[in-house]
């Protein structure tokens, strides 16, 4: 059993940054691959990032190729994602999610979820 918990979210200005924290329970924390979803006002959950047990690779969506980085320190149990130069569109609930096999841009992969935290852009 993991359970995840999200934290950094918050209003900021159009080309501001956040970075997210997921802090994880267990003690099988690094044998999980790790993913982070978001939820726009009004669209269905969709893929941001994901990266391996081990933080040896990493995955994004085209859509935030560039300005997202996707990280974890499996000594703190924590995965990362930082955002930089932030736009209206990236306004959502941001979901961290572990995974023990699967595809990692399918929601259907991914055994244990988090409770999210909003991320706010102004324009």
């Known amino acids: 059993q993991v359970q995840l918990v999200e934290s950094g979210g918050g209003l900021v200005q159009a080309g501001g940054s956040l970075r997210l924290s997921c802090a994880a329970s267990?003690?099988?924390?690094?044998?999980?691959?790790m993913g982070w979803f978001r939820r726009a006002p009004g669209k269905e959950r969709e893929f941001v990032a994901a990266?391996?047990?081990?933080?040896?690779?990493?995955y994004y969506a085209d859509s935030v190729k560039g300005r997202f980085t996707i990280s974890r320190d499996n000594a703190k149990n924590t995965v990362y994602l930082e955002i930089n130069s932030m736009r209206p569109e990236d306004t959502a609930v941001y979901y961290c999610?572990?995974?023990?096999?699967?595809?990692?841009?399918?929601?259907?992969?991914?055994?244990?979820w988090g409770q999210g935290t909003q991320v706010t852009v102004s324009s």
């Open positions: 999610a572990a995974r023990n096999s699967g595809t990692y841009y399918l929601l259907s992969s991914y055994d244990y």
């Open positions: 267990g003690r099988t924390f690094s044998s999980y691959g």
């Open positions: 990266i391996s047990w081990s933080g040896g690779i990493t």
